[in-house]
């Protein structure tokens, strides 16, 4: 029973290491059509929204593409989605042309002084054109310190070495108070179970609200929801919420499962015998 346990976790530990290895390959730009596991978004996609709730129906403008990785490294997640009321969800803003002109939302901050202002459409109704103007991501990230993944950005290295300083959206304040509380999330609904999983709320609370997550995302309670798995993860929930499409995606497992791994057992001597046999 023993030996099948630990086999099986071997063999677990084997694939996730495989998929971690994939990575690091596709990293080093080796994974091709023949070899890759599955496409892995192109670190300009990723984190990338195309806001199309009214564009797709006028023929007038393309619709919107918001890129996250252009603004992270001047604002805090708090800036745009509490502060200018932006949903953690793509097209639920209900943002409209006359919002922009009358200086709301993207326009807080595109009014041609903090940055390009709403005369010039084609910048922000960018989608399936090509626009000059804006930059590509290998040239606006470059010296950040880098990661496989995602924008391949480690955005919480990048603060704490004052590489960029996301800060309050103008007009807003800079109010976030950064609470140190690190919580271990132990994973029991599998057998043999992967690396406990360590939550650590200080980059979190660097950027966001405790409103954010307190109380729609997660119970503010240690173990207090028992709801949570990695397929629903997976499917967008808890902390799927920002990890499939902003902050750095599930294909990092250890990054999350970070805990020392469950301790493989030794057979005992008579079993060992047994194997001879
Ligand atoms: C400059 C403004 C801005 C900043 C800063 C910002 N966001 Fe967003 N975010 C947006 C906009 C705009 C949308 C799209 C909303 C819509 O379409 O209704 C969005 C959407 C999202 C979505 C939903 C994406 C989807 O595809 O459904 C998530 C998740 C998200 N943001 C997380 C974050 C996190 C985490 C941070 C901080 C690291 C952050 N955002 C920082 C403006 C911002
Ligand atoms: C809180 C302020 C702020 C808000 C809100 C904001 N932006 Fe920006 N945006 C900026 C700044 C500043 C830059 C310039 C970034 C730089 O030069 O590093 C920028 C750059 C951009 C770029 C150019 C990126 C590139 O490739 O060079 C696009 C496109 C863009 N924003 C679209 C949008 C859209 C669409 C919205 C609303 C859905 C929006 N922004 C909301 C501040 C903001
Ligand atoms: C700073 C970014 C930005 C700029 C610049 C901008 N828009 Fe928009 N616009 C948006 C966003 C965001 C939406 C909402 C997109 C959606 O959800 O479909 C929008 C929506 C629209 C819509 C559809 C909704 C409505 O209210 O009718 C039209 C039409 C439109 N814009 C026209 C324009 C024109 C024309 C210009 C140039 C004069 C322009 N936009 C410049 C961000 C921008
Ligand atoms: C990114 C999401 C997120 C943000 C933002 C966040 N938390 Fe949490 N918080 C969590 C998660 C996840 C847990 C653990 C829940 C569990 O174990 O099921 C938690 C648990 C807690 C707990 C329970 C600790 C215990 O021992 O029972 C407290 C208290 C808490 N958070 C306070 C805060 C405060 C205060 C803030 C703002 C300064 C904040 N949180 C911001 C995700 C977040
Ligand atoms: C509301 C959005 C949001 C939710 C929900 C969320 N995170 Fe994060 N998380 C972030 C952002 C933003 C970062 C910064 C790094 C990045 O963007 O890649 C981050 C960073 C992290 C880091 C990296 C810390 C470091 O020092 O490198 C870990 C680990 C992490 N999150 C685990 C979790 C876990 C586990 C959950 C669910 C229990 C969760 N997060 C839920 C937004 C979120
Ligand atoms: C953003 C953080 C995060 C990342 C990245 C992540 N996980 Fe998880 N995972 C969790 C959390 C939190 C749980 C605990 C859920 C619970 O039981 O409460 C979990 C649970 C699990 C479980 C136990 C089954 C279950 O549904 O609880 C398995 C197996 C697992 N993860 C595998 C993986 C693998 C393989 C990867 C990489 C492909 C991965 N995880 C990446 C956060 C993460």
């Known amino acids: ?43 300009g996609s990723y984190g990338t929204v195309i806001m199309n709730s009214y564009s797709k129906e006028s023929s007038a403008v393309n619709p919107v593409v918001f890129p996250h ?16 009321g932006f949903k953690l969800k793509a097209n639920t803003t209900g943002v409209t042309q006359a919002d922009i002109e009358g200086g709301k939302y993207c326009a807080a901050c595109h009014n041609g002084t903090v940055s390009f202002g709403a005369n010039e459409c084609n910048r922000c109704h960018s989608y399936g054109i090509q626009v000059k ?34 800060g309050a959206a103008p007009g807003g304040k800079n109010d976030l108070t950064s609470l140190d509380l690190d919580i271990i999330i132990p994973v029991t609904k599998f057998t043999p179970h992967p690396p406990d999983v360590k939550f650590p709320h ?12 307190h109380p729609s995302i997660f119970k503010q309670q240690k173990g207090g929801n028992t709801d949570m798995s990695m397929m629903k993860i997976i499917s967008g929930q808890y902390c799927g919420t920002c990890h ?34």
């Not at 530990?13 to 892995?40: P, S």
């Not at 001047?74 to 800036?79: F, G, L, N, R, V």
């Not at 200080?202 to 997550?213: G, I, N």
Request: charged fraction near 30%; aromatic fraction near 8%; include cysteine.
């Open 244 to 277: 499939t499409k902003v902050a750095f995606p599930l294909d990092d497992c250890f990054r999350c499962h970070s805990q020392p791994p469950p301790k493989i057992e030794e057979p005992k001597a008579d079993e060992k015998a047994a194997e001879k046999k």
């Open 69 to 84: 990785w252009a603004h992270r490294g001047k604002y805090t997640c708090k800036a745009c989605h509490t502060d200018l």
């Open 133 to 166: 103007e804006n930059s590509k991501i290998e040239d606006s990230l470059k010296g950040l310190p880098t990661d496989h993944f995602g924008n391949k950005v480690n955005w919480v290295s990048a603060a704490n070495d004052k590489k960029i300083t996301p």
């Open 1 to 43: 029973m023993n030996r099948r346990f630990t086999r099986i976790l071997i063999t677990l530990t084997a694939f996730v290491t495989g998929l971690l290895i994939c990575g690091g390959v596709w990293a080093q730009g080796d994974v091709n059509k023949d070899t890759d596991y599955r496409k892995l978004k192109p670190p």
């Open 202 to 213: 200080k980059p979190h609370t660097e950027q966001l609200d405790c409103a954010t997550c």
